[in-house]
């Protein structure tokens, strides 16, 4: 299977100070790829560069074979959909607009703007739960709302990568289980999924594989299954797990072991 995404040596250094270092990875086409480690490990700043927000300093980022370096915007857009997580405080579009407007790396520059009822905004409201309150403004919705705004927009994009960025955090228990069943589904259909989780076990349950990065190195990269036969997760964290599981055949999950009395 070949890849949607291989990061090959990416370094990373601004203000002389090196947040990544000579990180090396990749996701075949359909994968999902969880990435983990501690607060200030260099999570969200890996998948910036990998997905061509954030000018690296040194290595390769490949999207389907191509060097990112020499892709236009247009075309970056066209291969890789985002979710961020947040900065929609201040939006008034509505939900509908919003998603609409992100499909403009198909759009012709004299198409008169974005179209709020092609199909494929109307499918990705739906497919992201968001249908129900398409037609309100951004920054009249709940956080779970808001969330699955984003989501939308991504999915109307139109790509066949997502980059999520931590899209259950702030959520409730409810929603955060929701958003991961809407991202795994998502995945089922063939989309690719490069996500960054400080949840353990989201990345447990949903990822196909993890990599775990700590002080902007790769500290552990294989199948999610693998993880916790290892004692990688302690080393990342530098604390100790409890493993328990569901029943026989399931995937375990992690606790800290301080919460565990």
Request: glycine share 8%; charged share 25%.
């Amino acid at each position: 299977m070949s890849c949607a995404v291989e990061v090959r040596n990416l370094s990373y250094t601004v203000d002389g100070r090196q947040i990544l270092r000579d990180i090396s990875f990749s996701a075949e086409k359909g994968t999902f790829l969880a990435v983990i480690g501690p607060n200030g490990a260099g999570k969200s700043t890996l998948l910036k560069c990998a997905g061509g927000l954030v000018r690296y300093s040194s290595g390769h980022v490949l999207i389907d074979g191509c060097d990112m370096v020499k892709m236009r915007e247009r075309e970056r857009a066209r291969k890789i959909a985002w979710m961020h997580q947040s900065g929609t405080d201040l939006l008034t579009f509505t939900v509908r607009h919003f998603a609409a407007m992100s499909r403009y790396p198909w759009q012709h520059v004299l198409s008169g703007g974005a179209d709020d009822n092609c199909r494929e905004v109307n499918d990705a409201l739906v497919l992201a739960g968001a249908a129900d309150f398409a037609e309100r403004r951004i920054n009249t919705l709940s956080g779970g709302e808001r969330q699955r705004a984003l989501l939308a927009a991504a999915l109307a994009q139109g790509t066949d990568i997502l980059f999520l960025d931590e899209p259950a955090s702030f959520l409730d228990y409810k929603q955060q289980v929701e958003m991961v069943s809407l991202v795994e589904n998502i995945n089922k259909s063939g989309k690719t999924i490069v996500m960054v989780t400080h949840d353990i076990n989201h990345a447990l349950h949903s990822a196909r594989e993890i990599l775990a990065v700590k002080n902007g190195s790769v500290a552990w990269h294989g199948y999610a299954d693998d993880l916790l036969k290892s004692s990688a997760l302690s080393d990342i964290y530098e604390t100790e797990f409890k493993f328990f599981e569901k029943s026989e055949g399931c995937r375990q999950y992690a606790v800290p072991l301080g919460f565990v009395k």
